[in-house]
């Protein structure tokens, strides 16, 4: 069974950045959708941000400029620089794989990491 490893996360004082990185099965940076989620405790996950297999982006309104989606193709490895980090963006973050529009897309998730923004 496909699956995604993420890494990058940690502790960082509020204002600080991590760049969070999630490894997707060979093909998948080519040819699927991408996004990243979050979620805290007692919250639903919360959508972030998508890049298509084409590379074009979008965001959730909440992220105001201070996130970056990003992927590595020859890495198979998708990214997310987030700076200007506040307490509100302590979750943990999930990347996920889209179900299209490639046909050997399946939707996956990874298992999640934590990020904790504390002064």
């Known amino acids: 069974q496909e699956h995604l490893v993420e890494s990058g996360g940690g502790s960082v004082q509020p204002g600080g950045s991590l760049r969070l990185s999630c490894t997707v099965p060979k093909g998948y940076s080519d040819n699927c959708g991408m996004e990243w989620y979050r979620q805290t405790a007692g919250k639903q996950r919360e959508w972030i941000s998508y890049i298509s297999a084409d590379g074009s982006t979008t965001y959730a309104n909440f992220v105001k400029g201070r996130f970056t989606i990003s992927k590595d193709k020859a890495k198979e490895t998708m990214y997310l620089q987030m700076y200007s980090l506040e307490l509100e963006d302590t979750a943990m973050y999930f990347c996920?794989?889209?179900?299209?529009?490639?046909?050997?897309?399946?939707?996956?998730w990874g298992q999640g990491i934590q990020v904790t923004v504390s002064s």
């Open positions: 996920k794989t889209s179900s299209g529009p490639g046909p050997m897309c399946d939707s996956i």
